[in-house]
């Protein structure tokens, strides 16, 4: 490839790297001379014309969905359904009057995905593809195509191209906002802004995540990741992170589900890793770690700033509660990372693994 590492060991340590760099270039693409939000006013009739969205992915992209869905909805106030790309087709949900369906998808070249677009596509529904590559399959047979610039991925673990598509979503639900003549007191750019200035002061903490990789996560089997909310999103992306690189077996759970089965698996020194980014849940996800202590586990707090108590393992800087994920998720693909190194594996080739998966 003609993409190289620099001074990087591996790629997916400058992609992590990259983010900050990543959305400071969609708050450029997405904006105009008069700081509007640059978009094909088609997607913009599109958005408008619709009375639900179906967003359609896999793996990552299929988290970064799950937050899209708390965009559109809470900004544009369009119901939103989140659908794991390979499972459609036989979990096919009653579809509104006038669906309008998102492809969310880094390669463009993902088979489940392009299965239901050309399924959809068949009986008429409008396809709107956000991706990394502007040329690829899911692009070029979708209706609109939304770029998230966000440079050749090249690591199979997906890092810059999650916080790009959340990005983007944002960016687009209030658009859509705006066209609907919804007033918002949240401006994307700015919220945006700030993100990146988050994220950039996260790269130079790269020590303290490193350590908290080898404490935790050297030598052990498995590893919980506990979220309320959104946090729970975020939890699901860092258990898929871990697994994929460091082969870890990781689990995301939402706090409140912990008693209803999965506390059965805590036993002395399992590791939980839990997020607490979220005013209205710190108490309770603070409560959870409580009781997954109590019966053992070794936790780790990921909090944010204002929201934090001591011992806190990680406090990440204050952004927009809508945003967190965006830069939550940073600590969590760097603990994968070194976990990663720790136990040998081939960080950027993992086993096992493609990175796009181009058969069904
Ligand atoms: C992410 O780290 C994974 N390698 C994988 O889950 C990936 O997100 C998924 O295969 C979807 O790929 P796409 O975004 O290119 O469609």
Not at 333 to 360: F, G, M
């Amino acid at each position: 490839t003609d993409i190289e590492k620099g001074t990087y060991p591996h790629f997916m340590l400058k992609e992590i790297d990259e983010q900050p760099f990543v959305i400071r270039k969609i708050i450029q693409e997405y904006q105009n001379e008069k700081d509007e939000i640059k978009l094909d006013p088609e997607i913009r009739e599109a958005m408008k014309a619709c009375d639900r969205i179906y967003i359609i992915a896999a793996g990552t992209s299929y988290h970064a969905g799950l937050l899209g869905k708390q965009f559109i909805e809470k900004l544009a106030n369009i119901p939103v359904e989140v659908h794991v790309a390979s499972e459609f087709s036989y979990n096919m949900p009653l579809l509104s009057e006038k669906p309008l369906f998102v492809y969310i998808s880094q390669s463009g070249e993902t088979a489940d995905s392009r299965s239901v677009l050309v399924q959809m596509k068949e009986l008429g529904h409008p396809a709107l593809t956000l991706t990394n590559v502007p040329g690829s399959t899911l692009s070029r047979e979708a209706d609109f195509t939304m770029h998230l610039h966000a440079g050749p991925e090249i690591a199979v673990a997906s890092t810059k191209a999650y916080t790009a598509q959340m990005a983007v979503l944002a960016i687009l639900a209030v658009d859509t906002a705006r066209a609907k003549g919804i007033k918002l007191d949240f401006d994307p750019m700015q919220e945006l802004g700030i993100v990146a200035s988050a994220m950039e002061a996260l790269t130079d903490q790269k020590e303290q995540l490193e350590e908290l990789a080898r404490n935790y996560l050297s030598t052990t089997r498995n590893c919980f990741f506990i979220g309320r909310g959104i946090d729970y999103y975020v939890g699901l992306e860092g258990s898929l992170k871990l697994k994929e690189i460091s082969y870890i077996q990781a689990e995301g759970f939402a706090g409140g589900e912990l008693k209803h089965g999965t506390i059965a698996l805590i036993e002395d020194g399992t590791p939980v890793i839990a997020l607490a980014t979220q005013e209205n849940v710190n108490y309770s996800i603070r409560g959870n770690v409580q009781e997954v202590e109590a019966r053992g586990a070794k936790s780790m707090i990921i909090s944010m700033k204002g929201l934090d108590k001591e011992g806190d393992a990680f406090v990440i800087p204050h952004v927009h509660d809508l945003m967190t994920p965006l830069v939550s998720v940073l600590p969590l693909q760097l603990i994968s990372y070194y976990a990663a190194l720790h136990r040998d594996c081939d960080v950027d080739k993992p086993r096992n693994l493609a990175k796009s998966v181009t058969v069904e």
